[in-house]
């Protein structure tokens, strides 16, 4: 009974800390948050946080309904409005994604390259939604018909 206590109690003192870790992290953020709200900061505030998860439930929900939907009800507007739909979801959540990351580790390096790594990540973002925007909008079948031919073979061409 006494060994059950002392884990008991030890398991109690490291979910403190945790907890007082997370509030002292929380407390941090925000406060620089506050004092230099910049635009490319894309990860600061509960919004940022709501809309990446938002985003995540989306592609994790609505991807594998167009994909299993059958090219006769998805060819032509349906497909290329899905394919902007994916593009720019996907380029806000790897923007959001990445900017957490840029405020967890590039501080450890140097506080000062922190606005550079921003600008690099914002730039990553726009070069994706460009790309994504190029295949949804091509008329080889889009987003789908270019995930679909990574499984077909080449057909060989006689010469």
């Known amino acids: ?78 497909d ?6 994916v593009a720019t979801t996907i380029s806000a959540h790897s923007w959001i994604g990445m900017n957490y990351v840029a405020t967890d580790y590039v501080p450890k390096i140097s506080r000062s390259l922190l606005g550079p790594a921003r600008v690099f990540n914002a730039a990553l973002g726009l070069v994706t939604f460009v790309g994504l925007s190029k295949v949804a909008l091509n008329n080889k079948g889009g987003v789908k018909g270019t995930i679909k031919g990574l499984w077909k073979p080449e057909k060989m061409v006689d010469v």
Not at 59 to 76: C, E, K
Not at 80 to 85: C, N, R, T, Y
């Open 80 to 85: 290329k409005a899905f394919g902007m739909l």
């Open 1 to 78: 009974m006494l060994r059950f206590a002392q884990t008991s109690a030890a398991l109690t003192l490291k979910r403190a800390t945790i907890v007082s870790a997370s509030n002292a992290r929380r407390t941090i953020s925000d406060s620089a948050s506050k004092s230099s709200p910049s635009p490319l900061a894309g990860d600061t505030g509960r919004k940022a946080t709501h809309l990446h998860h938002a985003m995540t439930s989306f592609l994790a929900i609505a991807t594998p309904i167009v994909m299993l939907t059958p090219d006769s009800y998805t060819d032509g507007a349906i």
